[in-house]
């Protein structure tokens, strides 16, 4: 075992990217030689990278490894770590995606389209008009294949931490939770102007298809929800979320 010190920025992009979902250090002590996880293994076996091949590795926890392919088994992928770099991508803003569920794929892609834009994390919830519906057991599995969409994402932006994806709640109950951040809602009856007030750290609450029941919308303000528009045009469900993640980065300087 060895221990590395941080190394100037690694180029970005240069090598494959992957995550393994094992932590690579214990005690900021890093091995020599790393088995990769299934998944990572699989993913590298995918892309038919071969052995002395150099590839980054990052295990969501900060920071990652300059690394090279020492093997490729049917069982085990091995690889050499040679450098460790203490470098972050993470966005400025602490932001939080509160999403109601959205049909089809559109729900895996504003996740991974959140997740490339930098957000902290993303909160499913379930809502009077969302068209989809998930039953407990089903709610657990695709929590788990959106947290998978989330380390794809990570390992493409080159981010080398991971946003928390949390479980399927009812909006209702969301609502209930003791909250010490700004929570806003996206609105297109909102009064313009207000999405220019809003600071981080703040959660960003995008309705479905079907938009919020206005039952739904008064429990919000009773709540000490913010109500906020992105423009005089309604936004899809899927482009929502994305738009008011950029308007808040572009203006706190993040684009900068």
Not at 53 to 65: A, H, K, M, P
């Amino acid at each position: 075992m060895s221990s590395y010190s941080a190394a100037s920025p690694s180029p970005r992009f240069q090598h494959p990217r992957f995550f393994n979902a094992a932590p690579i250090s214990r005690d900021g002590v890093f091995p020599r030689s790393l088995a990769l996880d299934e998944q990572a293994s699989m993913h590298l076996r995918v892309l038919r990278l071969r052995e002395d091949e150099s590839v980054t590795l990052f295990d969501g926890l900060g920071g990652e490894f300059e690394a090279r392919i020492v093997s490729i088994g049917k069982r085990e992928v091995v690889a050499e770590l040679r450098a460790h770099h203490a470098v972050e991508r993470e966005s400025n803003l602490d932001i939080t995606l509160v999403q109601a569920l959205a049909t089809g794929d559109k729900m895996d892609w504003i996740i991974q389209k959140a997740t490339e834009l930098g957000v902290a994390a993303i909160q499913p919830v379930q809502t009077q008009r969302a068209m989809a519906k998930l039953s407990a057991e089903r709610a657990e599995k695709r929590a788990a294949h959106w947290q998978g969409v989330v380390s794809a994402a990570c390992e493409q932006c080159g981010r080398n931490r991971l946003p928390k994806v949390y479980g399927v709640m009812d909006f209702s109950a969301w609502l209930k939770q003791p909250s010490a951040i700004l929570r806003v809602m996206l609105h297109p009856d909102a009064i313009p102007g207000a999405w220019s007030k809003v600071r981080a750290p703040v959660a960003i609450i995008i309705g479905p298809e079907g938009g919020f029941a206005q039952d739904e919308v008064f429990d919000a303000e009773r709540a000490g929800v913010v109500l906020a528009s992105v423009g005089s045009r309604v936004l899809r469900t899927e482009t929502a979320g994305l738009a008011a993640i950029t308007s808040l980065q572009a203006v706190a300087g993040e684009w900068n």
